[in-house]
């Protein structure tokens, strides 16, 4: 009677953890299968939206090489020169997204050739 009472509540035990197990074991195929599907889903967008980033980068430099020549002053008696050197940079500055203060004047400091750049060597020393 014992040994036929420990046969059913080995056979009873045995299909309970089997079928926590089984349980689990399809909870976590799911999740898996979940996990992976996402991934795959995202391996797809970073591959198409690393491919827009280089498409956009090369378009960005190849417009950047196109749009000015780089404006350069060596300097002069006659004011006008002077004015117009000062658009041209601040239109290529423009152009070219060159934003703070800061950047505008050191891209023109080194668009100056001598005597003008000589004239301007302190201001960029202190710069």
């Known amino acids: 009677m014992l040994q036929n009472m420990h046969q059913e509540t080995s056979l009873l035990l045995k299909n309970y953890i089997d079928q926590v197990l089984n349980g689990k074991i399809n909870h976590y195929n799911g999740v898996l299968t979940t996990a992976y599907t996402r991934i795959t889903t995202l391996e797809t967008e970073v591959t198409h939206l690393w491919e827009e980033l280089t498409r956009l980068s090369e378009e960005n430099i190849i417009s950047k090489t196109k749009i000015l020549e780089l404006p350069i002053f060596a300097g002069s008696e006659n004011k ?45 020393d202190k710069v």
Not at 86 to 98: D, G, H, K, P
């Open 80 to 124: 006008m020169h002077l004015y117009n050197w000062l658009s041209q940079i601040a239109f290529y500055c423009l152009a070219s997204s060159i934003i703070s203060d800061d950047q505008k004047i050191i891209y023109a400091l080194t668009c100056l050739y001598a005597p003008a750049s000589t004239y301007m060597k302190s201001y960029y």
